[in-house]
Structures are given as structure tokens and as C-alpha cells.
């Protein structure tokens, strides 16, 4: 039961995904992360909970009118800051992304995009 946020707006979002974050953080509180987009991605996360996870330096580098945040409940692995979303892929184009739940062909999915982004 992960909670999961994503803004667009005509400023920075950082300063509406940290709140969001705090409000959501009781579908999870094993880690969180934020993504942030402006010309390029910036991305912090973490384990624990999300007052220990962003610094105010932290939240002044998350850049960008558009953003998406993660607060983690874990179903599999083993926890902390490996586990920690949003993930961020910056090749071939760049993408963001946050989920709720397992991917249980995680595996096949990678090679079946990389297959067609050759």
C-alpha cells in the first residue's frame, strides 16, 4: 500500500510533493523518493521516513514543474534504500517512475523494451 504522488504546475512542485509526501507517509514508511523534471531529471530518495530523507538543501536541488514522489510500504525485498522509488532511467530518453505493487516480470518487460528500442 505504497502512496504515491505526481504534479505538474507552473513553478517548481517540490514544495507541494514534500507535504504530499508527509500526508501520504502512512501507506508507507519503510522509504521515500521524489523525481523531479525541469531540462533534466534530479532525484533524491531514501530509507525511513520522510522528514529523515530530505534535507532542505535536498529539497532546494528537486528542480522542476513537473514531479513525482513515492512513500514505500514493502512486499518484497529487503527494505531500505535499494528498494527506495521513484526509478530513473535515463536512456534511451529519460523516464520516471513510481509503482504500487510487484512487478513479477520485471525481467522480461527490460529486455522486451530494450529489444524494441534497438
Sequence with gaps: MCGILGITGREDVVSELYPGLLTLQH???D????ATYDTKFHLKKGAGLVRDIFTPDD??????????AQSRYPT????GEEDAQPLLLSAPFGIAIV?????????FLKKEIEN???
Design 27 to 29: 501507506r508507507g514508511q
Design 31 to 34: 522509504a521515500a523518493g521524489i
Design 59 to 68: 529539497l532546494s536541488f528537486l528542480k522542476g514543474k513537473i514531479g513525482i
Design 76 to 79: 518484497v525485498g529487503s527494505g
Design 99 to 107: 509503482h504500487n505493487g510487484n512487478v513479477t516480470n520485471g525481467e
Design 116 to 118: 524494441k528500442t534497438r
